[in-house]
């Protein structure tokens, strides 16, 4: 696999960051909380440890939104134009980086589609990927 750092940010390049692989997996996620935080029909993120993000520029600038019913959804974004960015949790060891905000082509690409029961009709087909209700059982 290739070891190479990748580098990312948002759109108005106020907030840049590093993102050393390799990484857990990369999905694609249809649930509605990803469609509305995404304004798309599902979000690609890339699973990784929280070490494996570094943040170079703007991290104060970082915006945080934490859904008060949700275990595991949150949003971070640029408070300066709204881009979404990588969400590092410490005390789980984990962070979600959206694959949109990384400048170079991450070695990986989605493996499978999570949440497919509630996808829009209207978003992507299946493809060759399998597709889980949830989350896919543990590897």
């Known amino acids: 696999m290739n070891d ?3 580098h990312g940010g948002c759109l108005c390049g106020a907030v840049t960051f590093e993102l050393r692989p390799p990484f857990a997996a990369m999905y694609h996620c249809h649930c509605s909380r990803c469609r ?3 304004g798309t ?3 690609t993120n890339i699973r990784a440890q929280a070490g494996q993000v570094r943040w170079l520029t703007g ?3 970082i915006s945080r939104f934490k859904l008060p019913t949700a275990q595991r ?3 971070w974004f640029c408070s300066q ?9 410490p005390e789980a ?3 979600i980086i959206p694959a949109g905000s990384v400048d170079e082509l991450p070695p990986d690409t989605p493996a499978v589609h999570i949440f497919w029961d509630s996808r829009a009709p209207w978003s992507c087909a ?10 896919p059982p543990p590897a």
């Open 4 to 6: 190479q750092v990748l």
């Open 36 to 38: 509305k935080g995404t």
């Open 41 to 43: 029909g599902h979000a």
């Open 59 to 61: 991290e104060s600038l």
């Open 73 to 75: 959804f949150g949003k």
């Open 81 to 89: 134009c709204g881009s979404p960015l990588p969400r590092v949790m």
């Open 93 to 95: 060891n984990l962070a």
């Open 126 to 135: 299946q493809g060759s990927l399998p597709a889980y209700a949830g989350y």
